[in-house]
């Protein structure tokens, strides 16, 4: 077993990323500067809703 496995690195901000247990169950590795809780509704949603509010024309 290695002693010191140096965690991979985060492919966005290339800072090492921290091992968490996740909700869904199990473990990985994220990175605690760019997985941040997503936002409620992402722009796709966003947009979709927008067209939907607009009358069929
Ligand atoms: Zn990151």
Redesign the pocket.
């Known amino acids: 077993m290695a002693k010191n496995t140096p965690p991979p690195l ?1 492919l ?2 290339s ?1 090492p ?1 921290s091992f968490m247990l996740v909700k869904t169950g199990g473990r990985k590795f994220r ?1 605690s ?3 941040v809780p997503a936002p409620p509704k992402a722009p796709e949603v966003k947009n979709l809703l927008s067209s939907e509010l607009k009358p069929p024309v």
């Open positions: 985060c966005k901000c800072k990323m990175c500067h760019c997985d």
